[in-house]
């Protein structure tokens, strides 16, 4: 829903629409807007990925952050882990169908942010 600003005929601005909860991008945010979780996203995009490498990977992320992010984005159903061998533990981290969804506007915001060097 598209909210307006009216101005009344005494000057006072009133809107319309007003957004009563959180709007659609606001809750897209949320789920793919938290620290380092794009990156998470963005670098399962091909293949399952090992918990280390993953981490080598994001390169200024503590293994704390990952280990966080990643059970964040298991619980929001965008991540998939695997446990592949139980001694030593091994875990690969996929992406669902939901989370390759994602994709295409991480992409997006990749191009935008290199095009503005920002």
């Known amino acids: 829903m598209e909210s307006i ?15 009563t909860e959180p709007c659609a991008i606001e809750k897209g945010m949320r789920l793919i807007g938290g620290k380092w979780k794009g990156s ?3 670098h399962l995009k091909d ?4 918990f280390n490498d993953l981490t080598r990977m994001l390169g200024g992320a503590s ?11 298991e ?9 592949i061998s139980d001694r ?3 875990v690969t981290y ?14 997006e915001l990749r191009i935008w942010s290199e ?3 920002i």
Request: charged share 35%; with cysteine.
């Open 5 to 19: 600003v009216k101005t009344d005929s005494k000057g006072r601005k009133k809107v319309l629409n007003a957004c």
């Open 40 to 42: 998470i996203i963005y």
């Open 47 to 50: 293949e399952p990925v090992r």
């Open 63 to 73: 293994k704390k952050m990952v280990d966080q992010r990643l059970k964040e984005l």
């Open 75 to 83: 619980s929001e159903g965008m991540v998939l882990r695997k446990v």
């Open 88 to 90: 030593p533990v091994a």
């Open 94 to 107: 996929e992406l669902t169908d939901f989370g390759k969804t994602a994709l295409s506007i991480l992409d």
């Open 115 to 117: 095009s503005h060097q």
